[in-house]
T-cell receptor, first 116, second 111 residues
Framework: AQTVTQSQPEMSVQEAETVTLSCTYDTSESDYYLFWYKQPPSRQMILVIRQEAYKQQNATENRFSVNFQKAAKSFSLKISDSQLGDAAMYFCAYRSANNAGNMLTFGGGTRLMVKP | NAGVMQNPRHLVRRRGQEARLRCSPMKGHSHVYWYRQLPEEGLKFMVYLQKENIIDESGMPKERFSAEFPKEGPSILRIQQVVRGDSAAYFC?????????FGQGTRLTVV
């Protein structure tokens, strides 16, 4: 079974600064997808960024980018120019490319606080 | 195109009662997933359904929990004889192919 670990329960960043959230995972599969989701106080799960394991290039979405290290099974999220609206819980998630369906395995989450 | 709709947003039940949580997937989506989020934890997969079929229920507790996705109407997650430990946020997600879209969840409180 796959597992996803987020070792930072809480992180804090100054507005306009950069922060990196860590995620490691364990799998024996070679083909899979990785995701970062944001969950603000409204509880809505918002997809921030996704990475296909077969792609070597790190995904980027505006101020959000990832550092995907397949051999190390590491998938960190970098948020540049942090904004107050970035404050939320962030969840790393894994999805197998081999199984039917879109079942996700989530990490325990990191609470990000943004200081004005 | 409305997103994934879950209702109710909040549900309070006394111990021993039944809880029914509803999920209407995005238009055209035929795959539905239910997840449970305990306080201060990540989401845990419960069950994956397609229309009228349960595809994977490996995350469902063996007793008191059931799910359906009928040909017509929303998907229902049913919890019988609720206990305090069932208090959690329950999320539904739907997909057509690749990406899963989440609803806002139902927060169940058992008193």
């Amino acid at each position: 079974a796959q597992t996803v670990t987020q070792s930072q329960p809480e992180m804090s960043v100054q507005e306009a600064e950069t922060v990196t959230l860590s995620c490691t995972y364990d799998t024996s599969e070679s083909d899979y997808y990785l995701f970062w989701y944001k969950q603000p106080p409204s509880r809505q799960m918002i997809l921030v960024i996704r990475q296909e394991a077969y792609k070597q290039q790190n995904a980027t979405e505006n101020r959000f980018s990832v550092n995907f290290q397949k051999a190390a099974k590491s998938f960190s999220l970098k948020i540049s120019d942090s904004q107050l609206g970035d404050a939320a819980m962030y969840f790393c998630a894994y999805r197998s490319a081999n199984n039917a369906g879109n079942m996700l395995t989530f990490g325990g989450g990191t609470r990000l606080m943004v200081k004005p | 195109n409305a997103g994934v709709m879950q209702n109710p947003r909040h549900l309070v039940r006394r111990r021993g009662q039944e809880a029914r949580l509803r999920c209407s997937p995005m238009k055209g989506h035929s795959h539905v997933y239910w997840y449970r989020q305990l306080p201060e934890e990540g989401l845990k997969f419960m069950v994956y359904l397609q229309k009228e079929n349960i595809i994977d229920e490996s995350g469902m507790p063996k007793e008191r929990f059931s799910a359906e996705f009928p040909k017509e109407g929303p998907s229902i997650l049913r919890i019988q004889q609720v206990v305090r430990g069932d208090s959690a946020a329950y999320f539904c997600a739907s997909s057509l192919q690749d990406e899963a879209f989440f609803g806002q969840g139902t927060r169940l409180t058992v008193v």
